[in-house]
C-alpha cells in the first residue's frame, strides 16, 4: 500500500494527474530515454484556486488548470499561459489575463521531485 507521498505507478498513465496529499502528480511522458517523466506541484491553480490534480497535460507537457486553462510549466511552477476567462465565463480577457499571469511567474506553483520507485511514484 503506498504512503501519504507515493501514487502507484499504474495509476500514472502518460498525460494524467492524481492527487497526492497537498500536491498534483502526473505524468508527461516518455522523455527521449524513454522513460516516463513525472512530476509534483502544489495543487492550487494561481489564478482562482482550482484544484490542480484534476487538470490535464497537454502535448508539451505543461499541466493545464480545469477551471480556466491557465498552463504551467511543471518543471519550473510557473504559469506560461495565463486563464481563459474569470469565474463562470470561459472567454477572452486580455488585460485581466496579462495580470494573473504576471502574478503566476512570481507566485509560481511549488515544484517537488516525483521518482519511480520499483511499482510506485514517490515524492522525494
Known sequence: MPDRDSVPAADLPPGTVRRVGDWAVGN???????QDRHFAVSRRCRHQLADLS??????????????????????????VEGPRGFLGYHG??????????????????????????????ILE
Open 28 to 34: 508527461r511522458g516518455p522523455g527521449p530515454d524513454g
Open 54 to 79: 484534476q487538470g490535464t497535460v497537454d502535448a508539451d507537457g505543461c499541466l493545464v488548470c480545469p477551471w480556466h486553462q491557465s498552463r504551467y510549466d511543471v518543471r519550473t511552477g510557473e504559469m
Open 92 to 121: 477572452p480577457t486580455p488585460g485581466y489575463t496579462q495580470l494573473v499571469r504576471l502574478l503566476g511567474s512570481v507566485a509560481r506553483l511549488r515544484v517537488r521531485r516525483a521518482a519511480r520507485r520499483g511499482s510506485d511514484v
